[in-house]
């Protein structure tokens, strides 16, 4: 691709975003929810990146990097609000017409805490941002010319012990976008305005054929859930790529950085969806990234990827779930609510973009979850247990198999010290 045409695409990415800033979003709708996902939860960032052993009262420097109407700067920024954490959110994007949308939200909830910059990320060595212990990258990489330039920018903002949270689109999910996006270039090319491209894919999507595979694939949703915003982005977005499992580890570790976590960890575990005793067995000789690409070329149906990562030469020492001290938080839903999940034969049903597995768990699962609120500690459910007369080899045993399959599902995680 030549610079001019490289340049031409720029130009239309960023007209597309000020037409139809994306997610579509209402402020007025952060009176009643927050829109909570991945990456950047704070309890994942606590886990995932720094191994539970940064302490809550260090504050945090995080930068959102491509920030659009702002749901990771707003989840963080509240949720560090809400817990009385010390840090600033530094949000970024080139949009203005995003960033309105991003800052009415924060004024609904009375955000202080967020820093507002008008910018590209590329631009970051120069901006005098950071340095920053996490950043997140949500979507903007697989928009890029050169993806891996966009690593290289964010690095240089990124103290060496930090990490950053990252979402790329990957192929399977995303079967039938790439063939409407490809006849949308012929149909509505890239250099009409944003508003008559949308009316040629919004007749499109009305004469579909029934043997279309977007009509046919139930992974991808913006083209039915997400207005305007969603339809652009989905199938006029002038520049994107995809990422399978082997092209993102590729491209981090050219830049120097490896997967801390995939999330969920499960879902690329190649025993979850394999019940087959010799296909596990094979598969367990695999190294964790053919074992994730094992994962998801039997699955299918992962649109993206979201990854934390970490420099190459980092070492993350998770805490041990068995230690006395150790305190488990649950994110997002209780641990006495996710009990009343558990199916009479012991398993819980977990939905992975429609593919269903049943997880089991510990007879002991049930209560142990009850007693789980990021207020008590291991040591201390364990008390309660022996007053019950349980032995304390028996609440180990079922405290370690019901943390090890939770925290893979992202569900059960371990909160750092004060």
Not at 22 to 32: L, M, V
Not at 60 to 80: C, E, K, R, V, Y
Not at 113 to 141: Q, R, T
Not at 299 to 317: D, F, K, L, Q, W
Request: charged content about 20%; aromatic content about 6%.
């Amino acid at each position: 691709m030549t610079a001019h045409a490289a340049d031409a695409l720029d130009a239309a990415l960023a007209a597309q975003y000020e037409a139809y800033p994306y997610p579509k979003r209402d402020p007025a709708e952060e009176r009643r929810r927050l829109v909570v996902g991945s990456p950047s939860h704070l309890h994942e960032i606590d886990y995932w990146v720094f191994g539970a052993t940064r302490p809550r009262s260090t504050p945090l420097a995080a930068l959102i990097a491509g920030g659009g109407t702002g749901d990771a700067t707003i989840m963080l920024a509240q949720q560090l609000a809400t817990a009385a954490r010390p840090g600033r959110v530094v949000y970024l994007d080139r949009s203005q017409a995003a960033m309105a949308t991003a800052r009415a939200r924060a004024a609904v909830r009375g955000l202080d805490n967020i820093e507002w910059h008008s910018g590209s990320l590329l631009e970051l060595a120069e901006s005098g941002l950071g340095p920053f212990d996490y950043i997140d990258c949500c979507g903007v990489l697989h928009h890029l010319p050169a993806p891996e330039a966009g690593l290289a920018a964010l690095l240089s903002v990124l103290k060496p012990e930090g990490g950053l949270g990252l979402m790329v689109y990957a192929p399977y999910g995303r079967t039938g976008v790439g063939m409407l996006q490809e006849a949308l270039r012929l149909l509505a090319p890239v250099e009409e305005k944003p508003a008559e491209r949308l009316a040629v894919a919004r007749r499109l999507l009305r004469h579909l054929p029934e043997s279309g595979w977007l009509r046919r694939n139930p992974y991808v949703g913006d083209h039915l859930e997400g207005g305007d915003a969603g339809i652009y982005d989905l199938l006029l977005n002038p520049r994107e790529r995809t990422f399978t499992v082997p092209d993102l580890a590729g491209m981090l570790e050219r830049a120097g950085l490896r997967i801390a976590a995939l999330i969920e960890p499960m879902r690329y575990e190649p025993a979850t969806w394999l019940p087959d005793p010799k296909l596990r067995a094979l598969a367990q000789s695999l190294d964790s990234t053919s074992k994730a690409t094992l994962a998801e070329a039997v699955t299918g149906n992962m649109s993206t990827h979201i990854a934390y990562c970490v420099r190459r030469e980092s070492t993350i020492a998770f805490p041990d779930p068995m230690h006395p001290g150790a305190l488990p938080v649950m994110r997002e839903i209780s641990g006495a609510d996710l009990a009343k999940h558990i199916r009479p034969d012991g398993t819980i049903s977990f939905l992975f973009d429609g593919l269903r597995a049943l997880v089991p768990l510990p007879p002991l699962a049930a209560a142990i979850l009850a007693r789980i609120d990021g207020r008590h500690s291991v040591g201390e459910i364990a008390a309660t247990f022996a007053e019950r007369g349980i032995a304390e080899a028996p609440f180990r045993r079922a405290w370690a198999e019901t943390f090890a399959t939770l925290s893979s599902l992202n569900r059960l995680l371990l909160a750092p010290p004060p």
